[in-house]
């Protein structure tokens, strides 16, 4: 959690109108950041951070877990059928192969953000969770020792090369995106998928 704890510190500061140095963050047990000392449970957040780009979410009542990668080169096709589902990486192997790897890195933010909404890392194992990349979104189809319908998983469309899926355990809510600089704070629009 080192690495950009303190622009996130400023983040939490301003959204909580607090002075940075108020800001105190811990690691739960599986790493999931937190708040602690006077500000514990003041919000709930996560973060994720990629060749130079970074997403927060916050959010009040709900434990959100949000991914992002940047496009780079990998195999695909290997470590889907290594740490993915059977199902999963057979629909991969379907992808015409110039849209593996994005469809790869699509697949693997939604099931990361699902690890890190439910506050685990990837030690809890990404083929205990089984997602689908529908033309709607990904859909959570299948969560080891959870009901997979009570989950909601949103694609974030932040640009080419982008890939970034926020999710979190509860009933559908409003997804305000908002950029650092811009005056007022800038809102962007994120489709409401209308499923879990």
């Known amino acids: 959690m080192e690495r950009g ?3 996130l510190r400023q983040i939490l500061a301003a959204y909580l109108h607090r002075p940075p140095s108020e800001v105190r963050l811990i690691a739960g047990p599986h ?7 006077t500000l514990a ?5 996560n973060w994720s951070h990629s060749a130079g780009h970074a997403l927060v979410a916050l959010a009040r ?37 110039a849209r593996q790897t994005a469809a790869f890195l699509d697949l693997w933010t939604a099931k990361e953000a699902v690890l890190k909404a439910l506050g685990r890392g990837l030690g809890f194992g990404l083929d205990r969770l089984t997602i ?41 809510r409003r997804i305000r995106g908002l950029r650092p600089g811009d005056r007022g704070a800038a809102e962007a629009s994120f489709p409401d998928t209308g499923h879990a």
């Open 61 to 97: 009542g709900i434990a959100p877990g949000i991914d992002l990668e940047c496009d780079r080169p990998l195999r695909a096709l290997a470590l889907a059928r290594r740490y993915f589902t059977a199902d999963e990486a057979a629909w991969l192997a379907r992808q015409p192969e």
């Open 41 to 45: 449970g003041a919000i709930d957040f």
């Open 31 to 37: 790493g999931r950041p937190a708040l602690a000392g």
């Open 132 to 172: 689908t990349c529908e033309a709607t979104g990904p859909r959570l189809r299948r969560l080891e020792g959870d009901d997979p319908d009570a989950w909601q998983l949103h694609a974030l469309q932040l640009g080419e090369g982008l890939h970034a899926t926020l999710a979190w355990r509860g009933g559908p």
């Open 5 to 7: 704890r303190e622009p």
